[in-house]
């Protein structure tokens, strides 16, 4: 059983920056690919980035790309989410999400967005609320 754990969520004043943390506790992250989404009400959950298993290769959605990054540090084995210049339209519940790598790769444009996140929809943690709001 995969799990995963989010926190790092609060409320922030627009134009703030936060981190988040995913650990994903029984998994290593040779093997699986970690991603981050959110959900807004009334939205569909749509992708934010992800961490291949792959030497720690990131993507990061256009729709926040100069804004948002992931990093990894494995000796923690925990995967940020680092959000900066936020505004009222990035509250969401943030969650992670974990596929297993390899043979194929999933922290792409196509394993990602493109592909509807098919690939990711295996396993989920509960979230974490982003509020950004003055």
């Known amino acids: 059983q995969v799990q995963l754990v989010e926190s790092g969520g609060g409320l922030v004043q627009p134009g703030g920056s936060l981190k988040l943390s995913c650990t994903p506790p029984g998994i290593t992250l040779n093997t699986y690919a970690i991603g981050w989404f959110r959900q807004a009400p009334g939205k569909e959950r749509e992708g934010v980035g992800c961490?291949?298993?792959?030497?720690?290769?990131?993507y990061v959605e256009e729709s926040v790309k100069g804004r948002f990054s992931v990093s990894t540090d494995k000796s923690k084995m925990v995967i940020y989410l680092h959000m900066a210049d936020l505004n009222v339209e990035d509250t969401a519940v943030y969650s992670c999400?974990?596929?297993?790598?390899?043979?194929?790769?999933?922290?792409?444009?196509?394993?990602?967005?493109?592909?509807?996140?098919?690939?990711?929809?295996?396993?989920w943690g509960q979230g974490t609320q982003v509020t950004v709001s003055s």
């Open positions: 961490v291949s298993s792959a030497d720690g290769i990131t």
């Open positions: 999400g974990a596929v297993s790598e390899p043979p194929y790769y999933f922290c792409s444009a196509f394993g990602f967005k493109e592909s509807g996140y098919f690939f990711w929809r295996h396993h």
